[in-house]
């Protein structure tokens, strides 16, 4: 069995759940989620919910399952790991470890973010196959596809703020992608699609409509409810071309932009004063400004 520890926000959640699904696969075996992160809220960080059961994952709960002893056990040995049989596997650092993906054994934990598709790249199709929506859109859903749907090239922009801007330990670890960013990005959105609509989504569009300016026709998509994020997550996906932020949230927002010709715009600089190799994170087919 592979025990995928799923934690933090819907963008982190899906990178945990794709390399899951990954070793499941090579290993022949079932995928497991531990759900305890989601027991309890935390100081440090922004208070999250489990958000991938909107989708169409194949999944067993370790939460109400016996093998949570067996996890527990693995805690007597040293390491916690007794290969090939348990073995847990701890993100080392935040580039890619390539043993990773080639891990075996019959119960794997895995305990990390692992923000990189190569650790999922090989099983690509399934994972794309499970990560379709399946779950009631909100109210504002239907109004905004159809938007896109009309658009000659609808682009999504995403601009985050919020825990960025807010959070003392993101705000210096994250921060906000400056105006420079954004201006560079859609310029060339224009230069290569003069007829494009952007879609506009942010944590803080009254902040977005007083501080920025699009040349180009656009729409601030502004969803309600309680999964306003899944939605807007797959607005972002329904859209032509991408423009997003330094966030796993819009992330996967392009990557599940399932068309082969797409123009995904990406920052050079992930995080403002991390020391980490970012350099498996976004992919290459993917344009970096």
């Not at 169409?56 to 709960?61: A, F, G, V, W």
Request: proline fraction near 5%.
């Amino acid at each position: 069995m592979i025990i995928s520890k799923i934690t933090s926000g819907l963008g982190n959640q899906l990178f945990q759940y794709a390399l899951g699904r990954h070793l499941a696969i090579q290993n022949n075996t079932r995928l497991w989620f531990d759900l305890r992160y989601y027991h309890q809220t935390y100081e440090t960080d922004t208070p999250r919910h489990f958000k991938l059961d909107r989708f169409s994952i194949d999944y067993d709960l370790l939460d109400f399952s016996p093998w949570l002893y067996v996890s527990k056990a693995t805690r007597l040995l040293p390491g916690r790991s007794l290969r090939p049989f348990f073995d847990t596997r701890r993100e080392k650092h935040f580039h890619l470890d390539p043993s990773v993906p080639q891990t075996k054994g019959t119960f794997v934990t895995l305990d990390g973010f692992w923000q990189s598709e190569s650790y999922f790249i090989d099983n690509e199709q399934t994972i794309r196959k499970e990560l379709t929506f399946n779950r009631v859109v909100g109210p504002d859903f239907d109004t905004y596809r159809q938007q896109i749907e009309q658009a000659h090239t609808p682009v999504s922009v995403h601009i985050r703020r919020g825990d960025y801007v807010n959070h003392p330990e993101f705000s210096k670890s994250f921060g906000t992608l400056g105006l420079d960013y954004y201006e560079m990005a859609i310029k060339r959105v224009a230069e290569q699609f003069p007829e494009s609509t952007l879609f506009v989504f942010s944590d803080d569009s009254d902040w977005v409509r007083q501080n920025m300016r699009f040349d180009l026709p656009h729409v601030f998509v502004t969803t309600t409810g309680i999964d306003a994020d899944v939605d807007d997550l797959q607005l972002m996906s329904l859209c032509h071309h991408q423009v997003i932020a330094n966030s796993s949230f819009s992330w996967w927002g392009a990557w599940l932009n399932p068309r082969s010709q797409k123009l995904v715009i990406a920052p050079k600089q992930w995080f403002l004063n991390k020391p980490w190799n970012t350099a498996n994170l976004v992919p290459e087919r993917w344009l970096k400004l």
